[in-house]
């Protein structure tokens, strides 16, 4: 099983406050951040992209507020954050520079991967960083946001990040190796090494928080699954408290893995075409839906005619100038905004907008051809 994570060439990894903090001193665990990096590093050699969700800020912060010994109210959990993330940011870059990997730190909420408009500004920005090799450390805005520390650990955060980016494996490092029958500590306690369909027998074996320092359990796990899983990309729980935890995965170590029925690329074409209602058409001409066919985006000098009432991010259907529906897809600008550049070239934006924006009207990684979902 340790091949799917070899397999993978993109994977969100995700650490819990657990494995990154020492309780008892509030600092980062540097021997075993190091190990990760090089694992992360290992991986990045063999033409793998990563992108890591660490969770981490409350607990680094906490002690320097003096608020180590007691249950934290909501706005104490937001203030340590407040200044723990300038700790794991620190952390984080430190570790992935003597690697020589350079690392971006990136705020985000839940609702920045639920909101069209905002996942795809924070799709492309992390796209942008993969694509200049380095290495997306999101930490959860917990200065700002109120439901993920409300929900539990940010394993819902991390399904979210890695259903947005399209990736192939969610790793959710954690204080257990995985799913088991009952609550592991007790005897008669079966691992499950693998699930294929989260049935309810599935959903009742998870039990409640099991961490002094996160707030996380299999029961965020078990609903992070059901998000990464609907997304087409394979999950799997494991141990993080050893060294090289990754590597420790790919040599076969004890895990759980949440199996997904088909790809990311599968299964985001489905929801584009099968689910989201298009706000609005795009007539292109004929070198436009060539070009479309060969797999390219769709550019503003293709299209001939705008129709209905779209914003940034809606679902819009593609159509040759007789009218048949070649593709569907995420617009990249609003509808004013499209008027103004459709027929233009890329070069030819940035004057017509008053600033640069997106070469491309549709992406071709927000776009399906309907011709072949149909197939």
């Known amino acids: 099983m340790s091949i799917r994570l070899a397999k993978a060439r993109r994977i969100v990894v995700k650490i819990g406050s657990a494995l990154i903090v020492e309780p008892a001193k ?3 665990k540097g021997r075993w951040l190091a190990s990760l990096v090089e694992d992360i590093a290992a991986i990045r050699n063999e033409g793998g992209e990563v992108i890591v969700v660490s969770s981490g800020a409350i607990a680094l912060g906490r002690r320097n507020l003096d608020l180590a010994a007691k249950p934290l109210r909501l706005e104490e959990s937001q203030a340590a954050a407040a200044v723990g993330q300038i700790a794991l940011a620190h952390a984080w870059s430190e570790a992935l520079r003597k690697r020589g990997i350079v690392a971006a730190q990136v705020l985000v909420t839940l609702k920045d991967t639920e909101e069209r408009r905002r996942y795809l500004n924070a799709r492309s920005t992390l796209t942008t960083l993969l ?9 959860e805005n917990d200065t700002v946001a109120t439901a993920e520390i409300r929900y539990g650990d940010n394993d819902r955060l991390a399904a979210r990040v890695a259903t947005m980016m399209s990736a192939d494996c969610l790793v959710l490092l954690s204080d257990v190796d995985g799913l088991y029958t009952a609550d592991p500590g007790l005897d008669g306690a079966t691992h499950i090494p693998e699930v294929r369909d989260l049935t309810a027998e599935i959903e009742a074996m998870a039990g409640r928080p099991v961490s002094g320092v996160g707030s996380g359990g299999m029961i965020t796990k078990i609903e992070a699954a059901k998000i990464a899983l609907a997304a087409g990309c394979n999950m799997v729980v494991a141990s993080g408290h050893e060294q090289h935890p990754l590597r420790r995965i790919l040599d076969g170590a004890r895990c759980t ?27 292109i001409d004929q070198g436009a839906a060539g070009a479309l066919a060969r797999g390219k985006s769709l550019l503003p000098a293709g299209v001939r005619r705008i129709e209905g009432s779209f914003a940034r991010g809606d679902a819009v259907s593609i159509v040759s100038e007789i009218g048949e529906e070649i593709a569907r897809g995420l617009v990249a600008y609003d509808m004013g905004d499209a008027r103004r ?35």
């Open 26 to 28: 509030g600092a980062v």
């Open 341 to 375: 550049i459709a027929g233009l070239k890329s070069s030819e934006i940035g004057e017509a907008l008053g600033f640069r924006g997106r070469d491309e009207m549709v992406h071709r990684d927000d776009l399906v051809l309907m011709g072949m979902e149909r197939a």
């Open 257 to 283: 893995w949440f199996l997904a029925k088909a790809s990311p690329l599968q299964s985001r074409k489905r929801w584009i075409a099968g689910t989201l209602v298009p706000m609005g058409r795009l007539v």
């Open 131 to 139: 694509g200049r090799g380095a290495v997306p450390v999101i930490n």
